[in-house]
């Protein structure tokens, strides 16, 4: 089965700039997580969606931040306008079945905001 | 300290000797989770602990999860090269809801010499 896929691998844009990065999740997983490491911390949980709806958002930093899952199949993350702190690196993950349910991570997006 | 805070940030052997890392957190769990990160990779699951088991292993690894003392460790036994990658425990913390959320810490960088 195909893992989980992040578009782009890398992106590097200035500050105030958008940037979409995309999310193809293993298919079938109902669940969809977006984390984010940013240089020499921990991973941070952003949000979760189960299908389309976004089930909790409490770690989005703010509203420059806007995720969605169309159709409840792929996930986007927009940050718009870029700032310098949002550099790091952004991972999805999905699952299947229950809340113990490993998580499978995509090999993530790295942002670099100048 | 972070919750799911690794110790110690870096470790480096020779083949065939084993590794320990370890992992405290902060509050009550659901379950505790190891992942591994080859470099500019995802991460990959490896094993999954109870709140309610104490041990438990998987091929060349072995979890310990101590509740009382809030931590637990990872031993890879007879490491291998290949094993040389960042180490990560993630808790899932009781009161979550719904969500997966996962709370990761740092992360131990291992490096098995040849």
């Known amino acids: 089965e195909a893992g989980v896929t992040q578009f782009p691998s890398h992106s590097v844009i200035e500050k105030g700039q958008t940037v979409t990065l995309r999310c193809d999740p293993i298919?079938?997983?109902?669940?969809l997580y977006w984390y984010r490491r940013v240089m020499g911390k921990e991973i941070k949980f952003l949000l979760h969606?189960?299908?389309?709806?976004?089930?909790?958002e409490s770690g989005m930093p703010n509203n420059r931040f806007l995720a969605e899952r169309t159709g409840g199949t792929y996930s986007t993350l927009k940050v718009q306008p870029a700032e310098l702190e949002d550099s790091g690196v952004y991972f999805c993950?999905?699952?299947?079945?229950?809340?113990?349910?490993?998580?499978?991570f995509g090999n993530g997006t790295r942002l670099t905001v100048t | 300290s972070q919750q799911g805070e690794e110790d110690p940030q870096a470790l480096s052997i020779q083949e065939g000797e084993n590794a320990t890392m370890n992992c405290s957190y902060k509050?009550?769990?659901?379950?505790l989770q190891w992942y591994r990160q080859n470099s500019g990779r995802g991460l990959v699951h490896l094993i999954l602990?109870?709140?309610?088991?104490r041990e438990k292993h998987s091929g060349r690894l072995r979890v310990t999860l101590d509740t009382s003392k809030k931590s637990s460790s990872l031993l890879i036994t007879a490491s291998r090269a290949a094993d040389t990658a960042s180490y990560f425990c993630?808790?899932?913390?009781?009161?979550?809801?719904?969500?997966?959320?996962?709370?990761f810490g740092t992360g131990t960088l291992l490096a098995v010499q040849p």
């Open positions: 993950a999905s699952s299947q079945g229950s809340r113990s349910s490993p998580l499978h």
């Open positions: 298919s079938g997983h109902d669940n």
């Open positions: 969606f189960v299908k389309e709806s976004k089930q909790d």
């Open positions: 509050t009550s769990i659901n379950n």
């Open positions: 602990i109870r709140s309610n088991e």
């Open positions: 993630a808790t899932d913390a009781v009161g979550g809801g719904a969500t997966n959320k996962l709370i």
